[in-house]
Every structure is written in structure tokens, then in C-alpha cells.
């Protein structure tokens, strides 16, 4: 009887996602669907500990997808939901948030909103849970509100990541989208990789002094699958819009050498005093070099392997036609 | 008032819905009762009037408070030592992992209700007082050649700079609040504590006023659980947190045999030899036994309108933490 009743509220809510999840931004959408499924106790299985962790977006294409099949099963428990009272906790919370005017809103979104405010606090308090607790105060939350995030201040840097790369990719997807229209010019792959870390590194300024910080919380041990996936979807998102459509070896070797180029320029910036970090990007310049270089390298000793096996082939051939060896009888 | 209309209204209706009820089932009697479905949470099959459990027997409502009252008050005295032998120290551990989840930064306002002899404030200003130290030291330290001015702030700061962190233990019985403030005198816990009577069905204060919201092996005890959260999220400030502490469900089957043996006994004769009262602690363990387990009771709180609601097992599932928060 307890869950008929959690049933029906459950569908109403899902329609009232339903119809907001169109308005809403496109990764909080898929979000938004598995809160839906996450109130109607379908999917919920019994966890000790649940964190809920902010999907990094690289590609729309992916997410559209799964929010138009999500979608459509959520047509059928419509029609089987009778609904008479609003799903509880979405209208007290509208009631709660009367005076911001903003309409429903999940908790993945609005965590996502104390996250970015923490931002701003942390230049003075660190990447800490004070800086949390500073920005949930301006959104007039209760500092208690912190315990949302169950990884405290790593959160807090897997969030800002994550906004960092999907600035970037939304950046390259713009060029690219320029490149098609024949309104730019298409770069050669060392110019475009140069200019998409410098693009990416760049967003890290305005928290140069408290990066260390942020890195050596990354390290963790916790963090570590979080950040490396991270890592690794942007490097992806670099080497896609630079056109690399690699099958083979060269896949993994690229990314390898962009993975590299990427953490070392990183580590340089942190200890450069130079105006503007000029002495990064001329760092960066040279270990691009040092990459186009090595894979020209690569092709010549290969082709110079071949040239040098074929003429000991040559070679090998004159002597036996010398010493006679060769003649048929 | 309107408890004793809503009984009468409701003796009314189940009466006159009896026959049916036999003939066809639970099903129909529970969708009659339908907007009152939360106060038929004790019923019984085909028990008639208001009733609820009391451990393992079932008493009218209106005496569960007043008999829960009565345990609490014989107990009242021994309630710390007996609280150390029947769960040998550990529920210690159990009241820090609860600071610990919480994690509170200094300045916040904290409602221990069922707080009785304040375990868990006492142990929240420590914490609270603790963390505002390391910050200032963080703070000197930071500012690495520090200027006379805040060397000065610094020995000036004698709590009176930052906002403090304040407690306020509400207990509906005043045996165990006595003892509670007893304790804060003999160790020296004064101020930024308060000692307040309430039901937690019916806190005697005003809408949103604190951050952070406990109740420590109480709610339990509580006659109508949803009433105390309902309660629970009036008197919290948007973003505060909800947290309860209490035993559960135990999930290892090993380990609820062996629980159960603890338990049941035990626990009533180390009750008898120390407090000389097998009653109150035969109430204990059969009241842990009627509590919802901790999949239930998350659905209990997010019902009441919380966000967020996790779980943490203690102990192999002998206790939880329950947190939410009013968003």
C-alpha cells in the first residue's frame, strides 16, 4: 500500500520533471531522468554510501540520445499514474525557494550552483570546505548545506574540471563548426593542438596560486579515477576536433603524447612568473616540436630501415650470383 | 484538541467500514483510511481505535508518551553508565562517526533533540570550538609575516569575534535534562548551551531557525515519527541538515543471531543489576526491533520533504545515520 501510494506520487513527479526536463540544460537532463527513476524507487538499490557526481559532458550527440530513450519509458508511467497530490517534495521546495523565483530545480542542479559560487571563495579560503560553506551562505543556505558533497573539497575541483572541459569543447566545437562554414581556416594539427592546451590552460589563471592545492587533491587516492577520467575525456575531445579518426596503435600513442604535453606544461605554469606565462607557451611550442619531430623521425627511421634491408637483400643476392651459387643446372 | 476529533472521526469510520474491512481485505480498509494513512501506520489487522507499539505490546497512543516517559525517568540517573556497559563504550564511536558526518563548521546552530544528558552538543562544541582554532591558526599562519594588528586580533579573539556555534538540547523529560546540565557543570561546558523542554512532536520554537538538526537514539521512542520530521524540517533554515543516529536493521545474518542473544539476554539483566530496573531495558531492546529498518525510514524522511537522504551503516548495520536536508 506504502509503495501504491509512493507509486502515484512518483508518477506525478515524473510528469512535473517531464515537462520542466525540455527547459532545462542538456547534461543536467539525463540528471534530472534519473532522479525521476531515483523518486519512484525503481532503481534505487540499497547503498551505504551514495555520492552523486556531475558527469563530465563531452558529447552531445551522446547525452541527447539517452534523454529521448529515457523519455519515451517515462510515457508509459504517465499513463498509469492517477496522481492526486503533487509530488510532495516538488512543491515544498518550490514553496522553499519562493524567494529566488526560479522553478523547480534538482538537487544535482543546484549543487552544481554552490559549486560554481564556492569558486569564487576560493582564491581566499582554498579548495576547502569553507569555501563551500562561504558560497551556500550567499545563496542564503545554511553552511550545514556542505554535507551534500560527501567528498568535501573534491568536488569542488572534479566540478570546476569539469566546467573547464566542457568550456573547452564547446570552444573547439565553435571553430570546428567556423572550419565547416568555410568561414576560418583549418589549422595544421601541431597549431591547433598548441592552441587548444594553451585555450584549456589558460582557464586555470584566475587560481594559479591555489592550484597546487587543487592537483594534490586530485591525487587522492578516492580521486584518482574521477580526475584520470576527466584527464582523458579532454585529451579525447582534443584529438576529435583535430581530426584524428585513428583506429589503430596511433590512437593511444596520440593521446599518450598529448596526456604528457598537457601535465608538463601544466606543472611549468605553476612556477612561472613570466608576464602572461609566456615562458609556458614557449615551452609548450617546443615539446609540440619535440612530438612532430619525433613522429617525422619515426617515418624516416622506418623508411630508412626498409631502404637499408633492401639493399642488404641487394647485397646478399650479388654474392651468391658471384660465387656462382645461384645457377640452375 | 485536534487529535482527539481526528481519533474520534477515524473510531467512526473504522467502525463502520468493519464488516467490509473483514470481508475484503486490507487493501479497501487502507484506502478508506486513505488521507489518514500515516496514523494507521501502528495498526494492527482488525485492531479497532488509535493504538501503537510500546516494545513488543500494544498500547493506545495517547500512553505511549507518558509510559516512554516513565522509562526515561527511573532511568534517567544510571542512563550514562548503563549507556557504556550494554554497548561496552562503543557508543562513543557511534556519537563521534555522527560528528563526523556531520562535519559542522564553527558558527552554526545545533538542535539536539531527545538530547537528554547532551552527549551529542557537548560533543558538537568541542568540535565546532576545535575547528575554529585550527582556522585561526591557519589564518595566522597564512599571512606569513603577520602585522601587529592581527597578532593583536589574534590574543583579542576570546570568542567573541566570529560568530559562535551555539547547542540547544530539548528533551521532553526533565529528569534526564537535569542530569544533562549536571553534567555540562562538571566539565565545565557552560555557555553557548541551552537546556530547553519540548516534545520533539512539537518543538517549542519558531520556523527556521537552525542549521543543524539531531536526534540520537530517540526518535524511536517518538509516538508518531513523520510528526517529529514534519517538526524537524519547520525548524530548520533552508540548506540545514537533518540527522538521526539509531539503531537498525541488522543486514549480516551471523551477526543479527548473535545481536539478538546480546540483546534480549543481557541487556534487561544488566539493566536489573545496575539500574534495578529490567522493565525500562526489556522496553530498549523490543523497541529497537519495532523501528523501521533503514530503507523504510529513508523513505520515512524524504516523505517529510528532505533531499539527499543517505544512510550510513554502523557496526555491521546495528546502527545508522540518517542525514537530509531542507533544501
Known sequence: ?329 | MAASVRTLALRALCESRRNINRVSGSRIKHSCCGAWFTLCRGYSDGSEGKSTHFGFETVPEEEKADRVYKVFESVAKKYDVMNDAMSLGIHRLWKDSLLHAMNPQPGLRLLDTAGGTGDISFRFLEYTRSMYEHQQRQKVRSSQTPSWRDIAEHYASNKSGLPQSRAVVCDINKEMLKVGKQRAEKAGIGTDLSWVVGDAEELPFDDNQFDLYTIAFGIRNVTHIEQALQEAQRVLKPGGRFLCLEFSKVSNPVLARLYDAYSFQMIPVLGEVIAGDWKSYQYLVESIRKFPDQETFKEMIEDAGFFCVQYFNLTGGIVAIHSGFKL
Not at chain 1, 210 to 234: E, V
Request: proline content about 4%; overall charge negative.
Open chain 1, 1 to 329: 500500500m506504502a509503495a501504491l501510494i509512493r507509486g502515484l506520487r512518483a508518477g506525478k513527479a515524473l510528469r512535473g520533471l517531464g515537462s520542466v526536463a525540455v527547459q532545462a540544460k542538456l547534461s543536467p537532463q539525463c540528471i534530472n531522468v534519473r532522479r525521476g527513476f531515483h523518486r519512484a524507487a525503481l532503481l534505487r538499490l540499497a547503498d551505504d554510501f551514495k555520492s552523486e557526481s556531475v558527469p563530465p559532458p563531452s558529447y552531445h550527440e551522446v547525452h541527447k540520445g539517452e534523454e529521448s530513450s529515457t523519455s519515451s519509458a517515462q510515457g508509459d508511467s504517465f499513463n498509469t499514474a492517477a496522481g492526486q497530490e503533487d509530488g510532495q517534495p516538488n512543491t515544498s521546495y518550490q514553496d522553499q525557494s519562493g524567494e529566488h523565483g526560479e522553478d523547480y530545480e534538482t538537487e544535482e542542479q543546484l549543487q552544481a550552483r554552490i559549486l560554481t559560487a564556492a569558486l569564487e571563495f576560493v582564491p581566499q579560503h582554498g579548495w576547502t570546505v569553507e569555501a563551500i560553506a562561504s558560497a551556500a551562505e550567499t545563496l542564503d543556505l545554511s553552511p550545514a548545506s556542505t554535507g551534500m558533497f560527501n567528498n568535501g573539497a573534491g568536488d569542488l575541483v572534479l566540478h570546476f574540471i569539469a566546467q573547464c572541459n566542457a568550456q573547452l569543447a564547446e570552444t573547439l566545437a565553435e571553430q570546428h563548426k567556423q572550419i565547416q562554414l568555410g568561414q576560418a581556416e583549418p589549422k595544421k594539427t601541431a597549431e591547433f593542438l598548441r592552441d587548444a592546451v594553451e585555450l584549456r590552460l589558460r582557464m586555470l589563471i584566475p587560481y594559479i596560486d591555489t592550484w597546487p592545492q587543487a592537483m594534490s587533491i586530485l591525487l587522492l587516492p578516492h580521486n584518482i579515477p574521477d580526475s584520470l577520467k576527466h584527464l582523458s575525456t579532454m585529451v579525447d575531445d582534443i584529438w576529435y576536433y583535430a581530426g584524428d579518426r585513428s583506429t589503430d596503435m596511433n590512437w593511444y600513442t596520440r593521446r599518450a603524447a598529448i596526456l604528457g604535453i598537457y601535465n608538463t606544461t601544466e606543472l611549468v605554469m605553476l612556477q612561472d612568473s613570466s608576464p602572461d606565462f609566456e615562458e609556458t607557451w614557449a615551452f609548450l611550442d617546443n615539446r609540440i616540436k619535440d612530438v612532430v619531430n619525433m613522429a617525422n623521425t619515426a617515418k624516416q627511421v622506418q623508411a630508412t630501415g626498409e631502404a637499408v634491408v633492401q639493399g642488404l637483400m641487394g647485397a646478399a643476392i650479388t654474392l651468391k650470383n658471384l660465387t656462382g651459387m645461384n645457377q640452375r643446372r
